[in-house]
């Protein structure tokens, strides 16, 4: 099973559309968790850190559940700027801090 | 965004050429990572340094040699490389603390292309 694993779609969807990404991860130790977002050609920018209480920062909420090791990333009203690659961020137990990225999920918001 | 830098941002050379990457942060953090980024890859850690000291090589191949001087500045040094290393190159800074895993900020990266 890979450490972190991400559909890597694409998503294409409307202006204005709901859309929901799954991450899962293979370490139950892990205990840090991020969504970074990609723009093509450009370097990796956090988008949101994942608590396990669940968090949300305007139109995006991420959530965790440890039970089933995955993560989800939830964008609603989704606009044609959220067009991007959504990286699956999870720290690496026992290293002294590392990150592991998924592929990452593109998602397409069309007019 | 100035908060970490790199340069070149660009880089064309053979596979005798000697070149040097540098990457600065500006965010008082006291860790920094060098990533590398194929296409259709997830990123791949190469280095850490955490103070200063490297704590981590991610069974690098010697051609590639980091250094860091001081907290604010990274360097991967090159020499020989194949066609295949090209790729994107990542700089990355952390607070680092008692090895919690703190979010990490990118640099804008070194597109590197090996002929």
């Known amino acids: 099973r890979k450490e972190v694993e991400q559909d890597p779609g694409p998503f294409n969807v409307p202006e204005g559309a709901t859309v929901a990404f799954n991450c899962t991860y293979s370490?139950?130790?892990?205990?840090?968790f991020f969504w970074y977002r990609q723009d093509c050609r450009k370097e990796p920018k956090l988008l949101m850190s994942?608590?396990?209480s669940g968090n949300e920062d305007g139109r995006f909420t991420a959530q965790l559940n440890r039970a089933s090791q995955y993560i989800s990333l939830l964008i609603r009203d989704s606009k044609l700027s959220d067009s991007a690659t959504y990286l699956c961020v999870v720290n690496l137990p026992g290293s002294q801090g590392n990150l592991i990225f998924g592929k990452g999920t593109k998602l397409s918001v069309k007019p | 965004e100035t908060g970490v830098t790199q340069t070149p941002r660009h880089l064309v050379m053979g596979m005798t050429n000697k070149k040097s990457l540098k990457c600065e942060q500006h965010?008082?953090?006291?860790?920094m990572y060098w990533y590398k980024q194929s296409a259709k890859k997830p990123l791949e850690l190469m280095f850490v340094y955490s103070l200063e000291e490297r704590v981590e090589n991610n069974s690098v191949p010697s051609r590639f040699s980091p250094e860091c001087p001081n907290s604010s500045h990274l360097f991967l040094h090159l020499h020989t490389l194949q066609p295949e290393d090209s790729a994107l190159y990542l700089c990355?800074?952390?607070?680092?603390?008692?090895?919690?895993?703190?979010?990490?900020?990118f640099g804008p990266g070194t597109r590197l292309t090996v002929t």
């Open positions: 965010l008082g953090h006291n860790a």
């Open positions: 990355a800074s952390s607070v680092k603390s008692d090895g919690r895993p703190y979010e990490q900020y």
């Open positions: 994942v608590y396990s």
């Open positions: 370490n139950s130790a892990s205990q840090s």
